[in-house]
């Protein structure tokens, strides 16, 4: 096996290794974003939910009071 052939290998498998780590890194920076978006909605939702929650009891109380 000539030299320049083993330091290719060599060199080649230390970049492709990189290339891959980089790469993992990026879908996990993903998934994070996505995770991170998740969270968010739900809390929204609940805030939205309670929210709901409150105007229909003062409707009710108010309604009530008027009987």
Partial sequence: MP???AYGAKWGGILALIALIVTLVEALIGLVGIVA????AIVVIAFVGVFAIVAYL???AWRDKDK
């Fill in 3 to 5: 030299v320049w052939m």
């Fill in 37 to 40: 978006f998740a969270v968010k």
């Fill in 58 to 60: 003062a409707f009710k």
